[in-house]
């Protein structure tokens, strides 16, 4: 058996077993047999790490508001396979990977060997600048249901609720006939809502604008209404005599499973 953390799994007889390596800073598959000495050197390399799937996080240290923009936070990191003493790590930079805060919407990096990652991308990003062609909705005679709306989104969730974050204003879901106020992903659009109702666009523009010359651009990360696949090369990951340490690293990293395969 296979445990979290530093402790090594079951001595195996033969060839190869596979082994789990487990959520958490420190993933190890191996051998219950401490004193099993590794190589006094080591030249060459088992197997490549398989399985091994990185899961993206999300997180948004507070509520938003216009005067106190909250960033939105994506796991980046890297991961480390390490073997026995005589033993050369490898290590390879994870991408960025999302997810939006307090949903399941999230990125994910699969490693499918030699050296080869696929990411796959659930979470869409959009920063404004201002300079976009935003307009006023909403139905009621006195205007208590406007919001501004943005372009549409053409890969965003085609629907009337969909999950979605901000940078500027707490997730709400903006539509007609309601008051909520906030900012939220609707029919592919960004719409937003706070205060009172404007006299026409410009004012907001500025707004998005000098948001962006500060360097706090206002950001939605919103829901793809289908994910996209990318096949890229970031470097191998490999087994070793004996043992094998996962270790990842960050100030916030992904989630991170996989198995190896460890021999005699």
Known sequence: ????????????????????????????AGYADVSKAA??????????VMGVT?????????????????????????????????????????PTLRAIPGTDIRDTLAYIGGGQWQITRR??????????????GGLKADKSDWYY?????????????????????????ISNNQTRQGCGVVWRTVRVRWGDPPDGADAWKEFLAAQAAAGTPMTVWYTLAAPTTETVTLGTLYSYPVQTTLDISGDFPSDVVGTCKTGI
């Not at 799994?9 to 060839?15: P, R």
């Not at 190589?39 to 490549?48: E, F, K, Q, V």
């Not at 600048?129 to 935003?134: I, V």
């Open 123 to 136: 979470v869409g990003v959009v920063q404004f600048a201002g300079t976009e062609n935003w307009t006023i």
């Open 1 to 28: 058996m296979l445990h979290r953390g530093t402790k090594p799994g079951a001595l195996y007889k033969g060839a190869y077993k596979p082994g789990k390596l487990y959520k958490g800073t420190q993933l190890v």
């Open 54 to 94: 990185a899961t993206g996080r999300g997180k948004q240290d507070g509520t938003p508001t216009p005067t106190a923009p909250v960033p939105l936070v994506a796991a980046e990191g890297s991961l480390t396979a390490s073997g026995r003493t005589g033993t050369t790590p490898t290590t390879v930079t994870l």
């Open 149 to 173: 709306q943005s372009p549409a989104l053409a890969d965003a969730v085609n629907t009337a609720v969909s999950d979605s974050a901000c940078t500027h204003y707490p997730a709400a879901i």
């Open 39 to 48: 190589p006094a050197s080591w030249d060459g390399t088992y197997d490549d």
